[in-house]
C-alpha cells in the first residue's frame, strides 16, 4: 500500500496530487497588474484615472506587466494539465518553479524601480507589495504541499 505524502482531501479523483490553493492566490498576487488593468477597462468614465492612480508612469504600468506574463503562464500550464498529460509532455510541468522564480525576482527588480523612481519615499500600496511578494514567496519556496505536486504532475499516470 502506499502511503501518501499530504491530506486526502489535497488529491483529485485520478489520484493526482491538487495545487495549493495558496499557490492560487500568489498567481492573483503576481497577477496584480492584469487586474489593474481590467479593471481600469471596464471602468466605463475615464479609463486612464484608474490606472494612473497604481501606476503613475505608463512605463511602470508596462514593466509590471512583463513581471504578470509568467504567473499567466503559469496558470495556463495548471488548466491545462490534464491536456499535458494525455500528450505525454511531462517536461513542460518542470518549467513552473523556473516560471516562479522569475516571476518573483522580475517583481522585486519592479517594486525597486518604482521606489527608486520615487527616490524611495514611503507609501502604503508598495509596503503591501514588498510584504505580500515576501510572505507569497517563502510560502511557495518552502511549501511541501508544491513540492510533493511537482513531483507528482512530473511522473507518468
Not at 19 to 46: C, G, K, N, Q, Y
Not at 57 to 71: C, E, G, I, N
Amino acid at each position: 500500500m502506499m502511503k501518501l505524502m499530504l491530506p486526502l482531501d489535497n488529491y483529485d479523483e485520478a489520484g493526482r496530487v491538487k495545487p495549493p490553493s495558496l499557490l492560487f492566490a500568489a498567481l492573483v498576487f503576481l497577477l496584480r497588474p492584469m487586474i489593474v488593468f481590467i479593471a481600469s477597462v471596464t471602468f466605463r468614465e475615464d479609463q486612464t484615472k484608474l490606472l494612473s492612480l497604481f501606476y503613475p508612469d505608463k512605463y511602470q504600468f508596462y514593466m509590471s506587466l512583463s513581471h504578470a506574463v509568467p504567473a499567466l503562464i503559469i496558470l495556463l500550464i495548471m488548466s491545462f494539465r490534464e491536456k499535458i498529460w494525455d500528450a505525454n509532455n511531462y517536461s513542460v510541468i518542470s518549467m513552473i518553479p523556473v516560471l516562479l522564480v522569475f516571476a518573483f525576482i522580475s517583481d522585486a527588480c519592479v517594486q525597486v524601480y518604482i521606489l527608486q523612481s520615487e527616490n524611495f519615499g514611503f507609501s502604503w500600496p508598495h509596503a503591501f507589495s514588498f510584504i505580500g511578494l515576501l510572505l507569497f514567496g517563502l510560502y511557495t519556496f518552502k511549501s511541501q504541499h508544491l513540492r510533493v505536486m511537482l513531483a507528482d504532475w512530473k511522473k507518468p499516470v
